[in-house]
C-alpha cells in the first residue's frame, strides 16, 4: 500500500524551461512533506519542505506547492539546469514523529 | 551539510553468512539514526529508528532477531543482517539525525548495496 506516490518514474526537460515533479499521498495524518534530491553513489539529500499550514514555499529556483484537499504537492525547478540532473524523491511524515514515508522516485534529466 | 558515511558500499556474501553494515556521522552527534531498505524500482522503506544507547524500534514486518541494529554512540550505529538470503539482497541506506534541528536535519549515507548469493 504506496501511501506516497510518484507517478511519472522519469521527466525529461530542455535546460532553461521549467521542470515540474509530482506527489500524491493517501495518509491524511501527514503534515508534513519534503523533497530529497539523490545523485548516483550518494545518498538523498534534503532540498526544500513544506507544512500543511502552508500552500506554497519557495527557495530560490524551488517551489514546492501543496494541496491538500487533493492530496497533491509538487515541485517546480525554474529554470532548470542540467545540474538538476538526478532522482527525486517526495517524502512526507506526521508531526507525531519523525518518520519519513518516501515515494519512488522520479528520474530528471536535464538537457543542455 | 553533515556528512554521514557508510561501511560498506556494496557487498556480496554467501547464503547463511552475516553481514555488519556501518553508519557513522562525522561532524555531528546523532541522536537517532534510521534504516531504511530499496528494493529495485520501489521506494526507500524505513526498517528501524535507532536512539543511542537505547533498544531500536522496528517497523511492521521487519524481523529485529534478523535486522540486528546496535547504536552504542552518537556517531555510529550498526546493522548487521544475520544469516542472511538471497531475498535480503537490497540497498540499505542508514541517515542520522538531530531531531531537535527538524526533519531537515535527517542526513543520509551514501547506502550499501547487499548481493547474497
Known amino acids: 500500500d504506496q501511501q506516497v506516490k510518484q507517478n511519472s518514474p522519469s521527466l525529461s526537460v530542455q535546460e532553461g524551461r521549467i521542470s515540474i515533479l509530482n506527489c500524491d499521498y493517501t495518509n491524511s495524518m501527514f503534515d508534513y512533506f519534503l523533497w530529497y534530491k539523490k545523485y548516483p553513489a550518494e545518498g538523498p539529500t534534503f532540498l526544500i519542505s513544506i507544512s500543511s499550514i502552508k500552500d506554497k514555499n519557495e527557495d530560490g529556483r524551488f517551489t514546492v506547492f501543496l494541496n491538500k484537499s487533493a492530496k497533491h504537492l509538487s515541485l517546480h525547478i525554474v529554470p532548470s539546469q542540467p545540474g538538476d540532473s538526478a532522482v527525486y524523491f517526495c517524502a512526507a511524515s506526521a508531526s507525531s514523529n519523525y518518520k519519513l514515508t518516501f515515494g519512488k522516485g522520479t528520474l530528471l534529466t536535464v538537457n543542455p | 551539510g553533515a556528512v554521514v558515511s557508510q561501511h560498506p558500499s556494496w557487498v556480496i556474501c554467501k547464503s547463511g553468512t552475516s553481514v555488519k553494515i556501518e553508519c557513522r556521522s562525522l561532524d555531528f552527534q546523532a541522536t537517532t539514526m534510521f534504516w531504511y531498505r530499496q528494493f529495485p524500482k520501489q521506494s526507500l522503506m524505513l526498517m528501524a529508528t535507532?536512539?543511542?544507547?537505547?533498544?531500536?524500534?522496528?517497523e511492521q514486518g521487519v524481523e529485529k532477531d534478523k535486522f540486528l541494529i546496535n547504536h552504542a554512540s552518537l556517531t555510529l550505529s550498526t546493522l548487521t543482517v544475520t544469516s542472511a538470503h538471497p531475498e535480503d539482497s537490497s540497498f540499505y541506506i542508514c541517515?542520522?539525525?538531530?531531531?531537535?534541528?527538524?526533519?531537515?536535519?535527517?542526513?543520509f549515507g551514501p547506502g550499501t548495496r547487499l548481493l547474497v548469493l
Open positions: 541517515s542520522a539525525a538531530t531531531l531537535a534541528g527538524g526533519w531537515e536535519t535527517q542526513y
Open positions: 535507532s536512539n543511542e544507547g537505547s533498544k531500536a524500534t522496528y
